[in-house]
Nanobody, 122 residues
């Protein structure tokens, strides 16, 4: 079993920055991909970014490209999402996820965190 815990969400003014962290514990051996998704009430969970096991591949959703940066620290079993130039439409609950393959589909991730709220006000 793997446990994921997100942190770093909060309230920020438009144009500001936040960094989300996700710490993994448990059976995390082997290369694994990690992803960030977000969800607002009444809508489907939306892909944000992911990072491959090697850290060399990092596909981003079009709406966050060039504003968000995903990175990982394997020694700490942690993945980060640096969010800059935040917009009100970035407001959502952000979830981190862990899977065996890199994917933009939530269906291919096995483990999920509990989510952290990000609210961007104008």
């Amino acid at each position: 079993q793997v446990q994921l815990v997100e942190s770093g969400g909060g309230l920020v003014q438009a144009g500001g920055s936040l960094r989300l962290d996700c710490s993994a514990s448990g059976r995390t051996s082997g290369p694994y991909a990690m992803g960030w998704f977000r969800q607002v009430p009444g809508k489907e969970r939306e892909y944000v970014a992911a990072i491959s096991g090697s850290g060399s591949t990092t596909p981003y959703a079009d709406g966050v490209k060039y504003r968000f940066t995903i990175s990982r620290e394997d020694a700490e079993n942690t993945v980060h999402l640096q969010m800059n130039s935040l917009k009100p439409e970035d407001t959502a609950v952000y979830y981190c996820a862990l899977g065996s393959v890199l994917s933009t589909s939530s269906k291919l991730y096995t483990y999920w965190g509990q989510g952290t709220q990000v609210t961007v006000f104008s």
